[in-house]
Structures are given as C-alpha cells and as structure tokens.
C-alpha cells in the first residue's frame, strides 16, 4: 500500500507539474497575442496610440555590452541600445551614454560619469 502511496503523490506532482506548464504558455500566448493585436491596430492607417501610451513603453532589446534581452535605452554618442546597468547618465549634459562613450571620474566623494564630449 505504501508503495502505491507513492506512486499516486509522484504521479500527481507530475501531473500538476504539466498542469502549471500549460497554464504557462497560454498566459504566454496571451499575451504576445494581445501584444500583436495592440501594434497591428495602432498601425493601421487612421488609428493611433494615445500619448499617455506612448509615455509608458520602454523599447527591449539586445545590450550591446552584456548581451541580455532587456529594457534598453540608445546611447547618444553611438546609438547602439544598453540597458540600466550598462548605461551611464552624464554629470554634465544628462544624457544616457554606454559604458565605451563615457569615462568615470573619481576626483570627488562621489564617481561621477560624462561622456566624450564633456569630459574633464
């Protein structure tokens, strides 16, 4: 008896298991299907995204320094995408440069970063 004890509770992790893998990919299929239908209509020819929108997306791509898939900003001296970690925001012009368009200073208290243009 024991033996089918076990037999069931492996049976039944297993099966909840597959039940929690489907669960997933639909919720996936969901939403990339529902991530389709919004640009496909906001694309056609007289709609359009509302600003607040707009305001909101954060475009994700491949960072060019650590190659994770990720929220990205583009760098303003080169124009290749990074992400948070990888980016640095200029003391002087406030900009967002990548790690190889901006150098660290470490002159004050604080390390601070500029870009090429306004460095030190």
């Known amino acids: 008896a024991v ?16 039940l929690m893998r ?5 919720t996936k299929s969901l ?4 991530q389709q239908k919004f ?3 906001a694309n056609k020819e007289n709609a359009s995204v509302p600003v607040a929108v707009i305001a909101h997306l954060v475009p994700v791509s491949v960072c ?3 190659t994770k898939n990720s929220p990205s900003k583009a760098c303003s001296f080169c124009s290749r995408h990074f992400c948070t970690p990888c980016s640095r925001d200029c003391s002087t ?24 243009n306004c460095a030190p």
């Open 93 to 116: 012009c406030s900009e967002t440069f990548c790690t190889v368009c901006s150098v660290l200073n470490y002159d004050e208290a604080q390390d601070r970063a500029f870009c090429l």
């Open 22 to 26: 489907e669960m997933m990919e639909r």
């Open 3 to 18: 033996v089918s004890t076990q037999s069931t509770g492996k049976e039944a992790a297993k099966m909840n298991n597959d």
């Open 64 to 66: 060019y320094t650590c």
């Open 31 to 34: 939403l990339l299907n529902g």
């Open 39 to 41: 640009w496909n209509d």
